[in-house]
């Protein structure tokens, strides 16, 4: 017959499943700062990528931050642009 278990016993599985707890609250804390420094890398990388897309075709030294805006809003705001974008936002992702 299994001896029954004493009150350090009980103590003791107490302890050791408490110090589980935080040393997976620790990893967990861990993990998430690396999602975010990811996530965040990831954001950094797409957007200077888009920003030498954008400089192949609009010489940064000829126009100011406002012009380029005024030049991308009224791109963005063309018929065929937003017909080509709206199939585009319709596609099924991979």
């Known amino acids: 017959m299994a001896r029954k278990k004493t009150l350090d016993d009980v103590r003791a599985d107490r302890e050791r499943t408490e110090q589980k707890i935080k040393s997976e609250e620790q990893r967990l804390k861990i993990l998430r700062a690396q999602e975010k420094e990811l996530t965040r890398k990831e954001r ?15 010489d940064p030294e000829k126009y100011t931050t406002e012009q380029i805006e005024v030049i991308l ?6 018929p065929d642009v937003i017909g080509m974008l709206s199939k585009k936002e319709q596609e099924p992702t991979a």
């Open 44 to 58: 950094t990388h797409r957007l200077c990528n888009h920003g030498a897309m954008l400089e192949q075709y609009l």
């Open 73 to 78: 809003k009224t791109v963005f705001n063309l």
